[in-house]
């Protein structure tokens, strides 16, 4: 399962989809989970969060730009990466 989170203006419009596209999109891929206490593992607290709905939605990544978020690299088995890093495991899929 893949969560994704556009950051900014630039990647929206960098994905050449409308806004509807973009709503189906992540309409086709939420689920609502709650969130696992994660052991505390990044520099701020509000990240263990992200990581803890990461845990309970059995994410394969967590695509961030986080600087504090990013020397995590893994928790449990979910993967904590950059944009660029991220489009080199999917493959622009």
Not at 68 to 80: E, S
Request: glycine share 8%; proline share 8%; with cysteine.
């Amino acid at each position: 399962m893949r969560m994704w989170r556009f950051g900014s203006h630039k990647q929206i419009a960098a994905s050449a989809l409308t806004a509807n596209q973009l709503v189906d999109r992540y309409a086709g891929l939420t689920v609502l989970v709650r969130p696992t206490p994660p052991p505390p593992s990044a520099l701020d607290p509000h990240d263990d969060v992200v990581i803890g709905i990461s845990l309970a939605a059995k994410a394969d990544l967590v695509v961030t730009g986080e600087k504090a978020l990013l020397p995590v690299t893994d928790c449990q088995g979910v993967r904590i990466v950059g944009v660029s890093l991220t489009l080199q495991i999917i493959g622009g899929a």
